[in-house]
DNA sequence: TATATTTGCAACCATATGGTTTCATAAACA
DNA sequence: TGTTTATGAAACCATATGGTTGCAAATATA
């Protein structure tokens, strides 16, 4: 089973459980009462997660508190350079094509 | 069906493709030479990026040169901006931290 | 015109995905 | 101790996914 942090954001619902623990570490109840899905479902979530090691638990008693992994964001950052350069590129075409029209206004 | 920038880069070939079209314009056939697949399986990733608005297709006779929308990676980058401040500021704290350790060493 | 090339699409298939309901287990609490 | 609470896991289901083979259509070429 393909399992990386690509698979792991490639659903909605799992962004969004990301996204609420980029806040604060949550049980799965608490994660739940956010959604419209059942408890067991948003456990699902968390198990993709967890095999992505994007979340990580701490047990607490009878309660897990699921952990936001921020490094792994940083892999999708990462994969993201080799484009960043090209839209920077572009950008600074932009920039001087503009730059030449108010010049040639002048 | 789902169809967005997320799922489009779900897939390791998708991710494969879009970094292909990232160096210059291809063909089905010509990005197929690079992967074991059939040319109709490159062809129906070529579809999901399409639907994603990932890539635009430039008719040439016969031929489809698919080009990559570098746009739609902002939208990943854009997501991705809520937990850069995240590991900036733990980065800050590391670093604050080997300050405070140098100083002391002083 | 007849043939070869480039491509997309449909049909099919095995497996993955995301959801549900039901259950088992362990901790907290009366 | 018996009950409630928090959780994960299993079984099941409909649909999505990623691949294949076999076609049809359109363009290029002999």
Redesign the pocket.
């Known amino acids: 089973?393909?399992?990386d942090i690509f698979?792991a954001i490639?659903?909605p619902?799992?962004r969004a459980i990301i996204g609420l623990l980029a806040m604060q570490a949550m049980?799965?109840?608490?994660i739940?009462e956010h959604?419209?899905?059942?408890?067991?479902?948003?456990?699902?979530?968390?198990?993709?997660l967890?095999e992505c090691e994007v979340v990580k638990?701490e047990y607490?008693?009878?309660?897990?508190?699921?952990h936001l992994e921020i490094e792994r964001m940083k892999e999708i950052d990462k994969w993201l350079e080799q484009f960043r350069k090209l839209w920077e590129t572009r950008f600074e075409q932009l920039d001087n094509l503009l730059a030449n029209l108010k010049k040639n206004k002048k």
Chains 1, 2 share one sequence.
């Open positions: 089973m393909r399992r698979q490639a659903d619902t799992r049980t799965p109840n608490g739940a959604f419209q899905t059942t408890r067991q479902a948003v456990s699902k979530h968390l198990r993709v967890t638990q607490q008693g009878r309660e897990i508190y699921y």
